[in-house]
């Protein structure tokens, strides 16, 4: 099995992609770029300093988008377009503050043709910025020769673009940089989650997430963060956006499961659908997912702009790598005696997965409700070997992301 990777279309030759519009949306937490194309293309995003500029490269494309002036309060001071070199276009917006870029991605649109690139980011302190500046985002194939235009062309249709010419600066090439996991344990402060042998949820999962992290960091091939390293509350979508902010490269999430049989046990993965697999999985992740209730959250509000991407083909391709990863997992767990539940891999809607660019797992480490299991899972013994499999298994999904980004 392989993972599948998303693969976007760049313009034809015979067909100049179009920007038919520029959208801004305001939230309490990022600013949402949208430019609307006539077409699914490759792209690539990145931010330049002295001034604040956030660049857009795109296929060499048509610009139909007009005038600017109502995005000031997006703190875009101006946008600027035009030609960087042959096959490839360039857009810059000139910002009056630093901002870091969270996440870009494209999507087709649910009805009729067309696709939306998508680019969420957030205002941070300069020295924020200097660390992330270089980032790039996405991957543009160059598609013409080796030569480069020396200033963007102005366009004179669009009354902002009268600047000064871009520089056509170039993103600095990075250090390859180690991925970056995520380890999510459930619950904590006032939601405990499941009980069982005296012992609470949120301090089994906790403890086996603390043992993962230290194996992880030990092998010195990943880089690690934790949604939370103590008994504290954290509401589903913080927990996505935590992942999401820090554009990590697998997200885990770790509970313990609880059935009124208490002589069910076993570890399981799961991973995200939009229909449960089962009546049992379907029960569990309605459980999860109400979580934030105890602290008086809405999750159909605070989930619904996330729910609507599950349709598009980025958050398949998420999907497939997540099921991939999920195959490891089932895989690899028994290797060191963890006792697999029957029909180990399972997926449902669970709120904690909905990242639609990171892939994501939920693994059910075993039963509170079965009491032998819920002490075992909190012995250090039992720990390092859970988070020994999961290493092994993250190092076979790595393995084979590298394999597939060399063909």
Do not use: C
């Not at 980011?121 to 660390?131: D, K, L, Y």
């Amino acid at each position: 099995m392989m993972v599948v990777a998303l693969v976007l279309s760049s313009a034809a030759a015979a067909h100049a992609l179009e920007i038919k519009n520029v959208r801004f949306g305001l939230h309490q937490d990022k600013t949402r770029l949208v430019l609307d194309l006539d077409d699914v293309a490759q792209f690539r995003v990145f931010m330049l300093g002295t001034p604040y500029r956030l660049v857009v490269d795109l296929p060499e494309f048509v610009w139909n988008a007009g005038d600017f002036e109502q995005y000031r309060s997006a703190g875009v001071n101006a946008v600027r377009q035009g030609r960087l070199e042959p096959g490839i276009s360039r857009i810059v917006f000139d910002m009056n503050r630093p901002v870091s870029i969270q996440s870009a991605f494209v999507l087709p649109n649910d009805k009729g043709a067309g696709a939306r690139l998508v680019i969420d980011f957030a205002n941070v302190p300069a020295s924020i910025f200097v660390q992330t500046m270089n980032e790039v985002h996405g991957q543009l194939a160059a598609l013409g020769g080796a030569g480069r235009s020396g200033a963007v062309r102005e366009n004179t249709a669009v009354p902002s673009l009268k600047a000064a010419p871009v520089p056509m600066e170039k993103p600095q090439n990075r250090p390859i940089e180690k991925p970056l996991i995520i380890i999510d344990p459930g619950h904590g402060g006032v939601d405990p989650g499941a009980i069982g042998a005296g012992l609470h949820e949120k301090h089994v999962v906790l403890g086996l997430a603390k043992a993962l992290k230290e194996e992880l960091e030990q092998s010195g091939l990943y880089r690690v963060a934790m949604t939370r390293e103590n008994d504290v509350f954290i509401k589903l979508g913080d927990r996505v956006k935590f992942a999401r902010q820090r554009s990590a490269d697998l997200f885990i999430s770790i509970h313990a499961d609880s059935i009124e049989n208490s002589k069910v046990g076993g570890a399981s993965v799961y991973t995200l659908s939009k229909t449960a697999s089962d009546k049992q999985t379907e029960q569990l992740a309605a459980r999860e997912n109400k979580a934030d209730l105890i602290a008086g959250i809405d999750l159909s509000v605070e989930d619904q702009e996330v729910a609507n991407i599950l349709v598009d083909l980025a958050m398949r391709d998420t999907m497939n790598q997540s099921n991939f990863f999920a195959g490891k997992l089932v895989s690899i767990l028994p290797r060191e005696s963890i006792r697999l539940l029957e029909r180990p891999h399972r997926s449902a809607g669970f709120a904690v997965l909905k990242a639609p660019d990171i892939p994501s797992v939920l693994i059910e480490a075993g039963f509170m409700s079965n009491t032998q299991e819920a002490r075992r899972m909190n012995t250090p013994e039992h720990r390092k070997k859970f988070a020994r499999s999961l290493r092994n298994s993250i190092d076979a999904y790595f393995e084979q992301v590298r394999k597939n980004q060399k063909t």
